[in-house]
């Protein structure tokens, strides 16, 4: 079993930044990759960004590409989504997920492993 928790969410002006945080523990030496998707009101949840633990190139999302970095620290077991420029249009919960195993690397099924979501607000 892995547990995942993020933190980092807040209230930011539009064109601020954000870095949040998800902290992987128990079975971490199985995590094949990562993942950030987000849900805003009303919506599906969707996929906003991905890195493998091994160190494959980061996938993301078109609409935060140039604007989200996602990175990982094996040492501390913590991957990180840095959101620069933010616009109104993320606001969202933003959850962290992982898995053990391969799939498609955007779709929610290929996760086992869920956190509890960390809401973001951007104001305009």
């Known amino acids: 079993q892995v547990q995942v928790v993020e933190s980092g969410g807040g209230l930011v002006q539009a064109g601020g930044s954000l870095r949040l945080s998800c902290a992987a523990s128990?079975?971490?030496?199985?995590?094949?990759?990562m993942a950030w998707f987000r849900q805003a009101p009303g919506k599906e949840r969707e996929f906003v960004a991905v890195?493998?633990?091994?160190?494959?190139?980061?996938y993301y999302t078109d609409s935060v590409k140039g604007r989200f970095t996602i990175s990982r620290d094996n040492a501390k077991d913590t991957v990180y989504l840095q959101m620069n420029s933010l616009k109104p249009e993320d606001t969202a919960v933003y959850y962290c997920?992982?898995?053990?195993?391969?799939?498609?690397?955007?779709?929610?099924?290929?996760?086992?492993?869920w956190g509890q979501g960390t809401q973001v607000t951007v104001s305009s």
């Open positions: 890195i493998s633990w091994s160190g494959n190139r980061p």
């Open positions: 128990g079975r971490t030496f199985s995590i094949y990759r």
């Open positions: 997920a992982a898995t053990d195993s391969g799939g498609y690397y955007n779709t929610e099924r290929t996760y086992a492993y």
